[in-house]
């Protein structure tokens, strides 16, 4: 049995991810599974709030200690668990933002060996912010604080720009490339990134 595809998306939030990801799964020619990081964060977050409910903190914690203690773990739960769908013949969508160097490595480390399509949703600073205002569901600045952090890789399979194609038209276009058979060649000349600890 062969591995599934990993389509992995990269963009900064608001960027279309979710709604090209939608697209793909509701596509008939081939079948994916959407895994996005987000929903791992949620899922994470409700079920502490439904079984602590009750508890109060006697302290507070900053949001780069959280980030620190809680999302590092979450998300190598979530490309270990892309990795699995792979490894099971399951075709997934990983729908994430690749903000650090650390993530990056991650990435490499876990996806390197399985077929991976690696796509960027460009989309330029002034439209997330647009698109952030009018969402209503996301903190604003959010995306722009993402921006150059996940543009500064620019090296991808396929790239997407979510201003001048709509979700459907993306996903069309990634479908094109994973029907053409050409090889999925970015992510295997990747090199690691230097981390550096602050």
């Known amino acids: ?18 709604s090209i990801s939608i697209e793909l799964t509701n596509q008939k020619e081939i079948l ?5 990081v987000d929903d791992f964060y949620n899922n994470y977050n409700e079920f502490i709030n439904n079984k602590f409910s009750d508890v109060e ?3 507070e914690v900053d949001d780069q200690a959280v980030g620190q203690i809680l999302f590092d773990p979450i998300i190598s739960v979530y490309y270990a668990t892309v990795k699995l769908f792979s490894e099971m013949g399951l075709n997934v969508i990983a729908d994430t933002v690749i903000d650090n160097d650390k993530r990056f490595n991650e990435c490499l480390d876990q996806f390197f060996d399985q077929p991976t399509l690696f796509v960027g949703v460009i989309c330029s600073k002034e439209e997330l912010i647009r698109r952030e205002k009018s969402r209503g569901d996301r903190n604003i600045g959010l ?3 993402q921006f150059n952090k996940v543009y500064c890789i620019d090296e991808y399979d396929i790239e997407v720009n979510t201003e001048e194609l709509s979700p459907a038209e993306c996903a069309e276009k990634i479908l094109s490339f994973i029907k053409s058979n050409k090889e999925y060649s970015v992510f295997k000349k990747l090199s690691k990134r230097n981390v550096s600890v602050s």
């Open 32 to 36: 994916f599974h959407h895994l996005s």
């Open 143 to 145: 995306a722009a604080s």
């Open 57 to 59: 903190p006697t302290r």
């Open 1 to 18: 049995m062969k591995q599934g595809i990993i389509v992995l998306i990269n963009g900064t939030s608001s960027a279309g991810k979710t």
